[in-house]
């Protein structure tokens, strides 16, 4: 009798262990699931081959996709700017020695750190103005973007083709915006981009300003921009250069920014 209830004591203890030997259950965090639905989306959607190329030439949208928060810090002659944006929610700010702007997902605020008054731009538009251009090209596979054909753009006796971006009725803060981005035929990097201004009062809202793109940098496997230089303008076509703005200190990570960073500040003004 011994020996019976022993065996089965055994065999009891035997069974419990190859139950406890199951697989564990995988957890899929919420992050997991956000990377899956974003690069999921990237490829269900319906881009131009030719826009497709470009993606891929500068290093692919899954990969963009795949990103959440992009820093970046530009030198200014009253010192230098960072902007920091989470890539999924936009929240951002824009940092510098005069004034800190922020979008906290909802409200654009504005800081002033100086006793005069604020000079720059709108901060309604001005807060993300330079992350879209730095984003170039990833940023034109929003939601919300129609997309044709554009005539090609001749500079220096090389052709461009040019790829237009317009936007549907109420996206953004200035749908009636238009984009022409110009690439290599042959490498299919983006060289130059063609974009009207319709939040600066006194200007021609219909004509092409122009930035040329011929200086990338590899960060986290993506061609971001080095450089950017601004051009003059005449009859939808560049003429001389101007401006060149320099990107350092790019940061593109996986993670996101904390929330918090882009709370007003006690002494902001949130703007109407």
Known sequence: MKNYFFAVTLLFVFSACKENKAEPETIISKAQTEDTLNVQE?????YPENLTKVF????GLDTWKAMKSLIFTMDKPDGKEVIMTNLNSREALLDNPESTIGFNGEQVWLLNKTEEAYKGYDPKYGYNLMFYFYAMPFILSDDGINYADAEPLVVEGVTYPGIQITYNAGVGETSDDRYVLYYNPTT??????GYTVSFVPGIDKKELHFRRYDNWQKVNGLLLPKTIVGYGYKDDKPTEAKQSTEFIDVKLSKNEIASSKFVKPEKAEFIN
Not at 42 to 46: E, G, I, R, S
Request: glycine share 6%; hydrophobic share 35%; net charge neutral.
């Open 188 to 193: 299919y990097h983006m060289e130059w981009l």
């Open 56 to 59: 891929d030439a500068h290093g």
């Open 42 to 46: 990237a490829k269900n959607k319906n």
